[in-house]
């Protein structure tokens, strides 16, 4: 019988790309997914019907901009992780809801019951730039990645919760963000307690399953791109491609993606 593995890639509203190509990620991960011949891809918009697909499921694959599980649906996926199950997270689903600042143009994301699952929460990115990413440990999804590497990306600022093995950061000792920029947040908590460093990857334990987040990932196309301008570091202009791959085109990223299907497959560790 096929290994089962169940990917939910979409934006909100629903049908909304939400300034990513959710198209060209959908295909990405299908792609790593493929090179198993013994794994079976159910495909979703939206957490919906949760208690369906993850019956009988190994593996869970999340990228999202705006969906998030309700309470019966995160009722079900954490009793699918305490059960063993497997969940790889990407880049934005550490979001969720966003509520409007009264006398602001700005939004600031809501803390919800589902990032304690997740294990960290989303609160801003600077203009995409370019930036250097440390790998650390020994497990699984870090094998065969170099000591760091270069990526240009949304340096995702999240705070981590509870406990977790930390398999990527990188340093940024100031939102380099110009006023008004992206989401308002009241403090910045996903500093760590050197003043310099930040988590963009890590597994956790969940019962007799595991959660695997990793930052990374942001791609746009000319109809889905919603980014005003880029980092020097980028442009020099800071004109943004109509077209971003990003960390997509990167030969550590792609590894990594491939190590946690491993991992979440039962390949590894």
């Known amino acids: 019988m096929a290994e089962r593995v169940h990917l939910v890639t979409g934006g909100y509203?629903?049908?909304?790309?939400?300034?990513?190509?959710?198209?060209?990620a959908r295909l990405r991960?299908?792609?790593?997914?493929?090179?198993?011949?013994?794994?079976?891809?159910?495909?979703?918009?939206?957490?919906?019907?949760?208690?369906?697909?993850?019956?009988?499921?190994r593996l869970l694959i999340t990228y999202v901009a705006g969906p998030y599980p309700a309470a019966a649906q995160l009722g079900t996926l954490n009793e699918w992780l305490e059960g063993g199950g497997r969940w790889f997270?990407?880049?934005?689903?550490?979001?969720?809801?966003a509520a409007r600042i009264p006398g602001s143009s700005q939004r600031q994301m809501v803390r919800e019951a589902h990032h304690?699952?997740?294990?960290?929460?989303?609160?801003?990115?600077?203009?995409?730039?370019?930036?250097?990413?440390?790998?650390?440990?020994?497990?699984?999804?870090?094998?065969?990645?170099?000591?760091?590497?270069?990526?240009?990306?949304?340096?995702?600022?999240?705070?981590?919760?509870?406990?977790?093995?930390?398999?990527?950061?990188?340093?940024?000792?100031?939102d380099p963000s110009p006023p008004g920029f992206g989401f308002h947040y009241d403090a910045d908590t996903s500093?760590?307690?050197?003043?310099?460093?930040?988590?963009?990857?890590?597994?956790?334990?969940?019962?007799?399953?595991?959660?695997?987040?990793?930052?990374?990932?942001?791609?746009?196309?000319?109809?889905?791109?919603?980014?005003?301008?880029?980092?020097?570091?980028?442009?020099?202009?800071r004109k943004t491609p109509r077209e971003f791959r990003g960390s997509w085109e990167n030969g550590a990223f792609e590894a990594l993606v491939r190590n946690a299907v491993d991992w979440g497959v039962g390949e590894r560790g």
Not at 13 to 24: E, K, L, T, V
Not at 150 to 167: C, F, R
Request: with cysteine.
């Open 13 to 24: 509203p629903p049908g909304s790309p939400a300034g990513h190509d959710m198209d060209y």
């Open 29 to 57: 991960l299908l792609g790593f997914l493929a090179e198993h011949e013994e794994v079976a891809t159910s495909v979703a918009g939206d957490f919906n019907d949760l208690d369906k697909w993850l019956a009988g499921t």
């Open 89 to 97: 997270a990407l880049h934005g689903t550490s979001g969720g809801r």
């Open 116 to 174: 304690e699952t997740l294990g960290c929460f989303f609160l801003n990115h600077p203009p995409v730039r370019r930036f250097e990413v440390a790998v650390h440990g020994q497990h699984p999804l870090a094998q065969g990645l170099p000591e760091t590497f270069e990526t240009v990306d949304e340096l995702y600022m999240v705070e981590p919760i509870g406990d977790a093995e930390v398999l990527l950061t990188t340093e940024l000792p100031q």
């Open 191 to 237: 500093l760590l307690p050197d003043g310099k460093t930040r988590v963009l990857g890590y597994v956790k334990q969940a019962g007799e399953g595991a959660v695997a987040y990793v930052a990374l990932g942001h791609c746009h196309s000319p109809r889905s791109n919603s980014q005003p301008f880029v980092d020097e570091s980028v442009s020099r202009n």
